[in-house]
């Protein structure tokens, strides 16, 4: 859904306010210009939407009005997360100096490695094809007129398309990233329970051990001062 008008794009940025996650891509206009100018925000808060239809699609072209409200509402908003590939391209346009709680997918897959990933390279919609099987993905419009009015119909499907990219692709991130995360080994004597680091204890301070496990690791330690009270 593309929204135009000032007072319903308003009315949708405070109702996603209330979200808790945020999946969102940009269009800029002019981008090869030394002076790029932000076209469309594109917000998806169902990351179980496959089709795009799901998508808001924001016009924010020549209107910085709009966009501080985004930015005071959204990217200010510490209690959302918000999700992008190579969020600091999209934050140039977003007041990166103001927002928080940014995560981005594209360093994620940096932190997983292209070999562990199976990937040729980590654009999203490589990853999308290749990591998420998703087939028939457009990569034409990506370098289309922007700043064109009116949008034509394959520059709203492509616009639409991307947050579902980005939603498909960070739930496979944060599945592998899940996947590599070390469990902690325990040591199971009787009843009682010992980690790696209990057994550490045990074998470089024994008494500390004891009295630890002796009083149910509610122990306090008071070193003896010699002090003069008036």
Not at 90 to 99: E, H, Q
Not at 120 to 148: F, H, P, V, Y
Not at 198 to 223: D, I, S, W
Request: charged share 25%; glycine share 4%; proline share 3%.
């Amino acid at each position: 859904m593309i929204l135009y008008q000032a007072a319903e794009i308003r009315s949708l940025i405070t109702q996603l306010a209330s979200c808790q996650t945020l999946w969102l891509d940009t269009e800029v206009a002019d981008w090869k210009t030394p002076k790029p100018r932000l076209s469309l925000i594109q917000v998806l808060a169902d990351p179980h939407d496959l089709t795009g239809e799901s998508t808001y699609i924001l016009d924010v072209l020549d209107r910085n009005d709009l966009v501080r409200d985004f930015v005071d509402q959204i990217m200010a908003n510490s209690q959302i997360e918000k999700l992008f590939h190579n969020a600091s391209y999209d934050l140039r346009f977003l007041d990166k100096n103001k927002a928080q709680n940014v995560t981005c997918t594209l360093k994620m897959a940096k932190k997983i490695g292209g070999d562990r990933l199976g990937v040729s390279n980590l654009q999203l919609k490589t990853l999308a094809a290749e990591l998420c099987q998703i087939s028939n993905i457009d990569r034409e419009e990506q370098q289309s007129d922007w700043g064109r009015r009116p949008l034509t119909a394959k520059q709203l499907q492509y616009a639409k398309m991307d947050p579902v990219y980005l939603a498909q692709v960070h739930g496979h991130l944060v599945k592998l990233m899940k996947q590599d995360r070390p469990q902690q080994t325990t040591v199971k004597t009787g009843e009682t329970s010992f980690s790696v680091t209990n057994v550490r204890v045990a074998t470089e301070c024994p008494r500390l051990f004891y009295l630890h496990q002796r009083f149910g690791g509610k122990t306090m330690f008071v070193r003896n001062c010699s002090r003069s009270w008036w």
